[in-house]
């Protein structure tokens, strides 16, 4: 019995960690990264102070004359254990310096990133223009591989020597090649270039970015790739490098990867099918372990030391696993199983609330055990959800403290559904007019949701926008800290037609632009942030156009009066700092500016709501229009911007609404 219990929990160890994320990540490499097993080194290999030198450095021939040039050198590097090419999204970025020799005459050949079939060395012969992917003599077909190349030699098959490749079967016949003249990028520069590599398993894409590092990166190259045609589905991933005649130095300094697997539907009707292996299943299998039972009765004080040890080993690379995952803790598929039992099958004493893309419930699950928010998407089209899966790699790598974590996905069938963390205070919109939140705590959300907005706009390695900054998308932890939720979903589901109208963003936090030019950007966020502080100083919500503009023409009203305090949430009892209240206001009527282009930049409202001796923004005495475009335009000489700014405080709307006006939107 105690072998059959741990078979089964062997096998559903098993099945769990096939569907968890394989994620590692190098963030710099040190003298023992070949020798400790976190490297398979080979051929020409080393590894340096804080890098690994592909082929040999210059410093080490310093006093060896050009004629002894490392020449014909091949190197290649592996990861030590298999990842999962296909069904995946694969995520690779890595920052590489190649250098030519001071006194070479030519520079070459290049250096690859690698998903290689096996951790084999590079094959014979496969220095110089081969890159150390495949044997001069025999050519393609026998190795099953995927290579990036950057290559820096000219042959008479390549655009150039700068230019990138992808190769599979061929050098002379690469499946792509592009120059990198156009980016301004030049490989043999000896500057570190930081390249990113995206597989997309739902489209089957591969999108190449690169950049100098420190520079956003660029969109370079993307390519149509069956990779389920080109390598096996469990592979090994690495670099390649190679010198020829010419020679340089090609080095990695940093190096993560991360891939995500996908359901494969062809795998699962096949098993759907075979009813054989259900034979097989019900017969041979309980034969097998019947037999195992009885050698194993037979062996047990053997096979209980063997556990024991194997157990310790196991628990080392645990340790070493989760912490290679909590460092860059990626999104994790779970079964429609798993987050039903979470979630007591949807009931609705789990139900937490009801947005625009369906239903959120509170799960409770064990392993590790912990408290989650489960949403349930409504409203999406096939092509909705395919698209919606690969952009969770990317909304998953996101990472700050003041956005919502999204821990997992589960995708069946009709079934799609998003795991984040939960949070114990819901949503702000919860609060608004509602329930008492004191001034400093106010102070503290809008702060948090200002970072999360600079994170996302400037800071992260894909910026994005959010498009719907919103209270009800601004959810509260268990010490009021603000996390930005639900990003990503408003750009991916208003490519689905049905879905545009109704969701591009929320009337009422919508900034004029975007309703006639349909272009969210960051300056439409700022001005839905805007909105946003205004409603949570005054404690008032803002529901449908008119009353939007009500809400900002009086507070701009007070402003111009000189009694901007008069707007403050009479729930705080005036307890608050004035000045920080009055400079809070001028910033959120700063963001709500009609011309996007006289909104201030997230990154200054975040300086202002930091430091109180920061210098305030110029603020009209009343509300800019958007009405007097047309006047504006012949007038404003300077920038063909909207709206002018210069002239337009002397434009100024009827006057704004008297107190008891407002009231009636208060809620
Ligand atoms: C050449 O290198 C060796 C060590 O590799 C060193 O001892 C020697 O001084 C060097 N010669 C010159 C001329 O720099
Ligand atoms: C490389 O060239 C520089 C000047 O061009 C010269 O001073 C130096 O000695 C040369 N180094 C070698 C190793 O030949
Ligand atoms: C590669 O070269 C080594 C050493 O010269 C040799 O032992 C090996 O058989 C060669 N491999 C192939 C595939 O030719
Ligand atoms: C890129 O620029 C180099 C140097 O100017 C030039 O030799 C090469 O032909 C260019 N490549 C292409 C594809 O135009
Ligand atoms: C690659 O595709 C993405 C969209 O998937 C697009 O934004 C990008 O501009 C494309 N890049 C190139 C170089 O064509």
């Not at 390519?223 to 020679?247: E, K, L, N, R």
């Not at 080095?251 to 996908?262: A, G, V």
């Not at 919500?541 to 023409?553: A, I, P, Q, T, W």
Request: with cysteine; net charge negative; glycine share 8%.
């Amino acid at each position: 019995m105690f072998m059959l219990l741990l078979l089964s929990s062997f096998l559903n160890q098993a099945s769990l960690s096939s569907i968890d994320p394989i994620t590692f990540s190098f963030p710099s490499f040190n003298p023992q990264s070949c020798s400790n097993g976190d490297l398979i080194c080979m051929g020409s290999v080393t590894a340096g102070d804080h890098y690994l030198n592909l082929t040999p450095e210059s410093a080490q021939e310093t006093n060896t004359s050009v004629s002894s040039l490392p020449i014909n050198k091949v190197g290649r590097v592996v990861y030590p254990h298999r990842v999962l090419a296909w069904p995946a999204i694969i995520s690779t970025t890595f920052t590489v310096r190649i250098s030519p020799f001071p006194n070479s005459t030519g520079s070459g050949e290049g250096i690859a990133f690698v998903i290689a079939q096996d951790s084999n060395p590079s094959p014979n012969d496969s220095y110089g223009s081969y890159i150390g992917l495949l044997d001069r003599s025999t050519q393609g077909g026998v190795v099953h591989q995927l290579a990036v190349e950057l290559d820096t030699f000219a042959n008479e098959f390549d655009p150039d020597d700068n230019h990138i490749g992808i190769d599979t079967t061929s050098i002379i016949n690469p499946v792509a090649a592009k120059s990198l003249n156009s980016t301004g990028i030049n490989l043999k520069s000896g500057r570190d270039i930081k390249v990113k590599i995206d597989y997309d398993g739902w489209k089957k894409i591969l999108h190449i970015y690169v950049a100098y590092s420190g520079n956003p990166l660029m969109s370079f190259l993307n390519q149509s790739i069956m990779m389920s045609d080109t390598v096996p589905s469990s592979v090994y991933v690495g670099f390649t490098a190679s010198t020829g005649t010419a020679s340089e130095t090609h080095q990695i300094f940093d190096w993560s990867f991360t891939s995500m697997p996908l359901p494969d539907y062809s795998l699962k009707h096949k098993l759907d099918r075979g009813d054989e292996i259900k034979i097989m299943v019900i017969i041979v299998i309980p034969i097998i372990v019947g037999l195992f039972v009885l050698v194993a009765w037979a062996l047990v004080p053997f096979v209980c030391r063997a556990i024991g040890s194997k157990n310790e080993r196991n628990r080392k690379n645990e340790d070493i696993e989760s912490r290679s995952r909590s460092a860059a803790n990626v999104p994790k598929m779970f079964t429609y199983k798993q987050l039903s039992k979470a979630t007591h099958n949807f009931s609705k004493d789990n139900l937490l609330g009801t947005g625009g893309f369906g239903s959120v419930y509170k799960g409770i699950i064990s392993h590790p055990p912990s408290t989650i928010a489960v949403k349930k998407i409504s409203a999406t089209s096939k092509q909705g959800e395919k698209e919606y899966l690969a952009e969770i790699c990317t909304i998953g790598c996101l990472r700050h403290k003041n956005i919502v974590q999204l821990q997992g996905w589960s995708h069946e069938g009709e079934h799609l559904l998003l795991v984040y963390e939960y949070m114990p205070n819901s949503s702000l919109d919860h609060f608004i007019g509602k329930i008492f939140l004191d001034w400093t705590t106010r102070y503290k959300i809008l702060t948090g949701l200002a970072s999360a907005l600079l994170y996302l706009h400037e800071e992260c390695a894909n910026p994005v926008v959010h498009r719907d900054v919103k209270p009800n998308n601004v959810m509260l932890d268990s010490d009021y800290n603000a996390h930005l939720g639900d990003f990503g979903l408003a750009r991916l589901l208003q490519n689905d037609a049905s879905v545009t109208t109704m969701l591009a963003g929320t009337p009422g936090y919508l900034a004029p632009e975007v309703g006639y030019s349909g272009r969210a950007t960051p300056a439409s966020d700022v001005y839905s942030f805007g909105m946003v502080v205004l409603e949570v100083v005054c404690g008032r919500r803002s529901k449908g156009m008119m009353e939007e503009n009500s809400l900002v023409d009086y507070v701009w009203g007070l402003h111009g009066k000189g009694t901007l305090l008069q707007c403050v949430d009479r729930m705080l009892q005036g307890r608050f700092e004035e000045e920080q209240v009055k400079r809070t206001l001028i910033v959120g009527l700063a963001c709500l500016h009609p011309d996007s282009s006289s909104r201030p930049r997230i990154r200054r409202v975040v300086q202002i709501f930091m430091n109180p001796n920061e210098p305030l923004m110029e603020l009209p005495g009343c509300r800019p229009s958007a009405i007097y475009v047309s006047l504006q335009s012949s007038a404003a000489s300077t920038t063909t911007t909207d709206f002018g700014s210069t002239a337009v405080s002397a434009l100024c709307r009827s006057a704004p609404l008297p107190d008891e006006t407002v009231i009636q939107y208060g809620m």
